[in-house]
């Protein structure tokens, strides 16, 4: 579809709709303390694009319950996302933050929210405000995380789902978490399987609704997993497009071999139509619709992965890039609000609102006080129809550090977008004027060096420092704090000061992992066997000298806290001697490949000044040997409480 076509089909949008709908609602504005306090209901999708509706021009398949959603609310055309990646941009809904302030700017590898204080979500102001809430889908308080207790730390009294993204690109998995608990998802397998996970969601949600007392109000954000690839979905959905577009099989990059990439798409889609219609009909049936206000986006523009891309099947709509781009096409998303004889029926609205107004405006329904450090403006004078009372934005923020960085910023009908910025903030900013080019296309900064460099002062002003996220750096995760179910609790631990490394079966030159990195007391940094040019073969082998004969009673060990399990050790040996001649072993045994901190006690304390541990295998099979680090226990330190005690023997 052309984007005239588009564009024609949104001007006539809020005609169409009025006609559709049929009701009568009196002209006038609603005063929200006049309204008892609703519930909300947040919807969120993933990696659906601006044109993947038929509310919004998608001709190729059909949206019906969202269309109807749209007739019977309120449309926001100008609506963004927190950013054009998951974990920041549902990390900017969370916290009301754009991704200049928000801790979690990027899908950085295991970031998570920090606990409480830090990054106080929405959950948590609706909680202190007498909601129940639960989170039932992919959490995006983290990016790869193993920390299933996470959201109800977080504010959410119920979660159900996933907190590692990673996983969530299998719609068939073995296991998701249940407030804190695996709870297992019998005859799946990953990429096939018995039971959709985004319709084990769905469920969820309806049974939690269902088991709702009426006495307090609720927020429920149900986040469920498509159309990200694997594309995938139920056989009754997909059968309804079986042969129905000129396809190319996709087999490559790690996803689901999909025989029909664009039929398994439109039949995601129409899944997410079918759960969105499910829910509504249980908040009719319970008699909640009047008094709950449900919210319905995605989390960023349509992706390229899985075998279908973005601009095939008008998923970007009328608007340029997609998933991973600040232009239009990655970060601008329908957003639709439901509120039955609240909302005047079939409106449009095309105030800019980024998903950092969520917060705010969530709070504002609750009649609770919107904390002084959002970035978000309150959207509920428009949902109300109170549009002359609508504070309006100075400008949206964006920025983003893969394919060498970006920056963007909208103000008014202006966009503009600087690519290649880390390291070099001095890089052009393009410029667009939206209103006569949503496409994109044609760069007027050479016209308007005044607004360029109003953009150029926001791109600098609305960032704030991160020990994680720079422009002038990229991103640094050594600067990650361990999600604490990673370490053991707090014990009493030999000093390091007069340690060494004695003897080394080898180490990587490049990048450097030298072996005092197994002892520098940095998690995020680690000794590394060497593995270019050669690959040396198991046993590896480090020996630290103490300083001194010391006495120890055990060790701990961290893997790696990367994204790799290349070098974590499998079996094990440990001596400690009095001279670089070992002896015997003192303990043998072999870790699991979490990447938890392991414990390890000995039979009875023992004395030595030169500790060697060496590795016989990695839980990756791989050649290599690897250590974050090395803590030796103090003697008198008694086992914490929930000690790995793996190879103990």
């Known amino acids: 579809m052309t984007t005239t076509r588009h564009i024609e089909l949104l001007a006539c949008l809020a005609i169409v709709m009025v006609l559709l709908c049929g009701r009568a609602y009196a002209q006038q504005s ?10 909300i209901v947040y919807i969120l999708v993933d990696d659906m694009g601006y044109g993947d509706l038929s509310v919004t021009g998608q001709v190729h398949f059909e949206t019906p319950n969202i269309d109807a959603m749209a007739a019977d609310g309120l449309l926001f055309t100008d609506a963004y996302a927190g950013s054009t990646v998951c974990a920041p941009s549902r990390a900017s ?4 933050q754009h991704t200049g302030n928000v801790w979690q700017r990027g899908n950085a590898g295991d970031i998570q929210f920090r606990e409480d204080p830090h990054d106080i979500t929405v959950a948590s102001l609706l909680k202190n405000e007498g909601y129940e809430t639960a989170l039932i889908g992919k959490s995006g308080l983290s990016c790869n995380s193993e920390d299933g207790g996470l959201p109800n730390r977080k ?16 719609h068939y998995p073995e296991w998701i978490w249940k ?20 319709e084990v969601f769905t469920q969820e949600a309806l049974d939690w609704i269902d088991g709702r007392s009426g006495d307090r109000p609720f927020f429920l954000h149900l986040a469920l997993t498509p159309p990200h690839a694997d594309l995938v979905a139920p056989d009754e959905f997909t059968s309804a497009y079986a042969d129905r577009f000129d396809e190319m099989p996709h087999d490559a990059g790690g996803y689901y071999k999909q025989r029909q990439p664009k039929a398994a798409y439109a039949a995601m889609m129409s899944f997410i139509d079918d759960a969105l219609g499910r829910v509504i009909d249980k908040l009719e049936q319970q008699g909640l619709a009047e008094n709950t206000v449900v919210f319905f986006t995605s989390d960023n523009g349509p992706s390229s992965e899985g075998g279908k891309r973005s601009d095939e099947l008008d998923s970007n709509g009328p608007f340029r890039g997609q998933k991973r781009d600040l232009y239009e096409g990655g970060i601008r998303l329908p957003l639709i609000v439901l509120w039955p004889g609240t909302i005047e029926p079939g409106r449009t609205s095309d105030l800019p609102t980024a998903m950092w107004d969520f917060l705010p405006t969530a709070v504002e329904l609750a009649r609770g006080t919107v904390p002084d450090w959002t970035d978000g403006i309150s959207i509920v004078p428009t949902l109300l129809g109170n549009v002359g009372e609508q504070r309006k934005h100075e400008y949206l923020y964006w920025e983003f550090y893969e394919r060498g960085g970006s920056q963007a910023v909208r103000m008014g009908q202006w966009k503009g977008v600087r690519l290649n910025a880390i390291r070099n903030t001095n890089t052009p900013i393009e410029l667009y004027r939206l209103d006569r080019d949503p496409g994109e296309t044609r760069d007027v900064s050479a016209e308007h060096p005044d607004i360029v460099d109003q953009m150029r002062r926001i791109m600098r002003d609305a960032h704030t420092p991160s020990p994680v996220f720079s422009m002038a750096k990229g991103v640094d995760r050594s600067a990650l704090p361990l999600p604490r179910e990673r370490l053991l609790p707090a014990a009493q631990t030999v000093p390091r000061e007069m340690w060494r490394v004695a003897d080394v079966s080898s180490e990587n030159a490049r990048p450097g992992r030298p072996g005092p990195l197994a002892f520098d007391g940095r998690p995020r940094s680690w000794w590394h066997t060497e593995f270019q040019p050669a690959k040396p073969a198991h046993p590896h082998h480090l020996t630290i000298d103490l300083g001194e004969p010391t006495t120890i009673a055990g060790f701990r060990y961290l893997p790696r806290q990367d994204g790799s399990d290349n070098g974590s050790i499998g079996r094990y040996s440990v001596y400690l001697s009095e001279t670089l001649e070992r002896g015997g072993p003192i303990t043998e045994g072999a870790f699991d490949a979490s990447k938890r901190q392991k414990e390890v006690r ?20 791989t050649p290599f040997t690897s250590i974050a680090e090395l803590d030796l226990l103090a003697v008198g330190t008694g086992a914490p409480s929930g000690a790995d005690t793996t190879g103990v023997p």
């Not at 504010?155 to 299998?170: K, L, N, P, Q």
């Open 30 to 39: 609603t005063d929200h303390r006049d309204i008892q306090r609703p519930n």
């Open 155 to 170: 504010g959410f009294d119920h979660f159900v789902g996933m907190t590692s993204h990673r996983r969530a690109h299998r």
């Open 179 to 198: 407030n804190g608990e695996r709870m297992d998802l019998a005859g799946n397998h990953g990429k096939t399987g018995r039971l959709y996970v985004s």
């Open 93 to 96: 809904l969370f916290a009301g």
């Open 602 to 621: 000995f039979e009875r304390p023992m004395t030595g000044r030169y500790f060697t541990i060496v590795a016989h295998s990695c839980v990756a099979g």
